[in-house]
């Protein structure tokens, strides 16, 4: 299914780049420099898979994933370990860089990216949903 399929069933792109639910500049400074550097490190690891260094891990799978089982099955897990802070993560993180279009990188690259996914996503949906039931307290 192309993106533009899913724009069909889902309704219109949003006009303007959706906004994180939370945003981390009402964290606080410091918590705003942490995330910016989290960006950056995942831009450098989306550059250094083959991908455009400019954009990030979650938007190079939300481009690639729909009508890939391969894409679609990272984008899965992916948008799994962020529902707490934003729903559908990568298809909105695609949105948000439209315009920079991305590449899929050579197989190893993805083989990378899947392995690092596969391994990080999990410890990190769980720290997210801690982290959410621990200030609902």
């Given at each position: 299914m192309?993106h533009?399929?899913?724009?069909?069933?889902?309704g219109?792109r949003p006009?303007?780049?959706?906004?994180?639910?939370?945003?981390f500049?009402?964290?606080g400074?410091?918590?705003?420099?942490v995330?910016?550097?989290?960006?950056a490190?995942?831009?450098l690891?989306n550059?250094l898979?083959?991908?455009n260094p400019?954009?990030?891990?979650?938007a190079?799978?939300?481009q690639?994933a729909?009508?890939?089982?391969?894409w679609?099955t990272l984008?899965?897990?992916v948008?799994w370990?962020?529902?707490p802070?934003?729903?559908?993560h990568?298809w909105?993180?695609f949105?948000?860089?439209?315009?920079?279009?991305?590449?899929k990188g050579?197989k190893?690259g993805?083989?990378?990216?899947?392995?690092?996914?596969?391994l990080l996503?999990?410890?990190?949906?769980?720290a997210?949903?801690?982290?959410a039931?621990?200030?609902?307290?």
């Open positions: 192309t533009d399929e899913l724009d069909t069933l889902l219109a006009p303007n780049p959706p906004r994180l639910e939370r945003p500049h009402a964290h400074p410091a918590v705003e420099y995330m910016s550097v989290l960006v490190l995942d831009q690891a550059a898979t083959g991908g400019d954009m990030t891990i979650s190079r799978i939300g690639f729909p009508g890939s089982a391969y679609g984008e899965r897990l948008d370990a962020f529902a802070i934003q729903r559908r990568c909105k993180a949105i948000s860089e439209i315009g920079r279009s991305d590449r050579s190893l993805q083989t990378v990216i899947g392995i690092t996914i596969f996503m999990p410890l990190f949906g769980v997210v949903r801690l982290a039931t621990l200030r609902k307290k």
